[in-house]
């Protein structure tokens, strides 16, 4: 608002300087100053409202900007889930007594001992470590590679 303030001035000083009458100029300047005070009034006013719109675009960019935080947290994630650093893991069933347990992937081990029975169980690493599907690359019936052949072990595949 500098400008229009140094503009008033000047024209102020042009009134006095070209209108020899003073109460013309009083006339005169009283009057430009009630209708300035109007323009100034009707500016503040779209200022303010600019304000606001200018507040409620940040808040819609803020809102955004913690929605896409939180996507990323998820991506993040599931990333972490799948490329985990500790392997995969793998899930087992004994066949002694059906416990249930996790272990994590480790072509070197060939056996685990059951944690409820005690049994010592072998391991087939050729067995479909992935459930989720991995894609062969050669096949139409595994079931990356969109067959769904039935599992040979009974593992956690839900039966329809
Ligand atoms: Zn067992």
Known sequence: MGMLKTEYKSFL???????????????????FASFVDVMLTQMDYIMDYKEEEMKKL???QNEIQTK????QQILDNIEKDIYSDDGFDFEIICPYCNYQFIIDVDEDKKEVECPECHNI?????????????DNCGDC???????GDFPYDDDSDEDDM
């Open 13 to 31: 000083d042009d009134l006095e300087k070209n209108i020899k009458n003073k109460e013309d100029l009083e006339y005169i300047k009283k009057r």
């Open 58 to 60: 940040q808040q819609n």
């Open 68 to 71: 896409v935080d939180k996507m």
């Open 121 to 133: 169980i072998e391991l087939d690493w050729t067995g479909n470590v992935d459930d989720d599907g």
């Open 140 to 146: 139409d019936s595994c079931p990356g590679c969109g």
